[in-house]
């Protein structure tokens, strides 16, 4: 499956913004989702997970309460809203599918490009 993210950009902090992931699958459901983020010098981390049919959410304890994963599986699509943007938020973020287990449970199989999200202070 091939993963297409988007809607990174530069943001002050406290502002917003929503990453998309256009997912080529012709099964979209059948993939567990999730954005993973890396940041200059850091290694790559866990952001937020979502299941199969979007019923169950997971997220990064640095991220829960300001962001929001979703998916569309008639779109193919999978969604992070983020809120209250720190400074510390600044990464490339990629999105992530796997058929088996939730994201933040295992490697994901399949990897997005990476959007980039700065957030100035």
């Known amino acids: 499956v091939q993963l297409q993210a988007s809607g990174g950009g530069l943001v002050q902090a406290g502002g917003s913004l929503r990453l998309s992931c256009a997912a080529s699958a012709r099964t979209f459901s059948s993939y567990a989702m999730g954005w993973f983020r890396q940041a200059p010098g850091k290694e790559r981390e866990f952001v937020a997970a979502i299941s199969w049919s979007g019923g169950y959410a997971y997220y990064a304890e640095s991220v829960k309460g300001r962001f929001t994963i979703s998916r569309d599986n008639a779109k193919n699509t999978v969604y992070l809203q983020m809120n209250s943007l720190k400074p510390e938020d600044t990464a490339v973020y990629y999105c992530?599918?796997?058929?088996?287990?939730?994201?933040?449970?295992?490697?994901?199989?399949?990897w997005g490009q990476g959007t980039q999200v700065t957030v100035s202070s």
């Open positions: 992530a599918a796997d058929p088996a287990d939730m994201v933040h449970r295992t490697t994901p199989d399949y």
